[in-house]
C-alpha cells in the first residue's frame, strides 16, 4: 500500500460527458502527479502540482484540467469526453520537487469512455 | 518526442540468472533517472535511482548503470526471481522551463523469469 488513495477505481461513461477524478496523496506530501497511461503505452505525464501551485504540464490536453486543493487532495477533471481517452489514470504523489524524489502511485482509476 | 526510450518491449530471463533492461534518453538535461516496477491492475513502485553525477548505484538484487556520454543506462537483477515478473518502467527527471523537475517516463520493458 503506496499510502495515495484514488477514487473511484473503475469508471464508465458515455463520449461528451465529464469526469472527475480524485486523488489523496500520501501524508506529508506536497507533490501530486497525473499521469495517463493508454493500452499499450508508457505513462503520460499529465500535469504536476505541488502545495497547491502548478509546477509542471506536460501533455495535458485543454478538456482536461486539474487541481489541487489546501488539503492537498487533488481532482482531474476531464471533459467532452473522446473514445481515446479511456485509460489507467494515475496519481503520485512525492515529498518534494528535487527530481531525485521517488513518487508513490496509487492504484490508478480506468476510466472506459463508450 | 519521446525522450525517454526503452526499445525492448519484453524480456525473458531463466530463474537465477541475470535480467538487464535498458533504457536510452536524448535531453542531455536530465539529473536524475529512476526505475519503477509495475504489477498488472496496481500503481507503478519505486525500484532504485541514480544521479547524473554517479556511474553506479546499487541496492540488493538491483543495480543501475548509467553512461552518460552514451545517454544509456541499464538496471541489472541478480539473480532473477519469478517475483520479478513485471513491467519495469525507465524514468528521467530534468528541470522544465519554469525552473521545476519534469519527470518523463519511457514505454515500459515486460519482464518475465521463468522458473
Known amino acids: 500500500d503506496s499510502g495515495v488513495t484514488q477514487t473511484p477505481k473503475h469508471l464508465i461513461t458515455a463520449t461528451g460527458q465529464r469526469v472527475t477524478l480524485r486523488c489523496s496523496p500520501r501524508s506529508g506530501d506536497l507533490s501530486v502527479y497525473w499521469y495517463q497511461q493508454s493500452l499499450d503505452q508508457g505513462l503520460q505525464f499529465l500535469i504536476q502540482y505541488y502545495n497547491g501551485e502548478e509546477r509542471a504540464k506536460g501533455n495535458i490536453l485543454e478538456r482536461f484540467s486539474a487541481q489541487q486543493f489546501p488539503d492537498l487532495h487533488s481532482e482531474l477533471n476531464l471533459s467532452s469526453l473522446e473514445l481515446g481517452d479511456s485509460a489507467l489514470y494515475f496519481c503520485a504523489s512525492s515529498v518534494s520537487l528535487t527530481g531525485g524524489s521517488e513518487q508513490y502511485f496509487g492504484p490508478g482509476t480506468r476510466l472506459t469512455v463508450t | 518526442d519521446q525522450q525517454v526510450k526503452q526499445n525492448s518491449p519484453s524480456l525473458s530471463v531463466q530463474e537465477g540468472r541475470i535480467s538487464i533492461l535498458n533504457c536510452d534518453y536524448t535531453?542531455?538535461?536530465?539529473?536524475?533517472f529512476l526505475w519503477y516496477k509495475k504489477y498488472p491492475a496496481e500503481g507503478p513502485t519505486f525500484l532504485i535511482s541514480?544521479?547524473?553525477?554517479?556511474d553506479k548505484n546499487e541496492d540488493g538484487r538491483f543495480t543501475v548503470f548509467l553512461n552518460k556520454s552514451a545517454k544509456h543506462l541499464s538496471l541489472h537483477i541478480v539473480p532473477s526471481q519469478p517475483g520479478d515478473s513485471a513491467v519495469y518502467f525507465c524514468?528521467?527527471?530534468?528541470?522544465?522551463?519554469?525552473?521545476?523537475?519534469?519527470?518523463?517516463f519511457g514505454t515500459g520493458t515486460k519482464l518475465q523469469v521463468i522458473p
Open positions: 535531453n542531455s538535461m536530465f539529473d536524475y
Open positions: 541514480i544521479s547524473s553525477i554517479k
Open positions: 524514468a528521467a527527471s530534468g528541470a522544465n522551463s519554469g525552473g521545476y523537475q519534469k519527470v518523463t
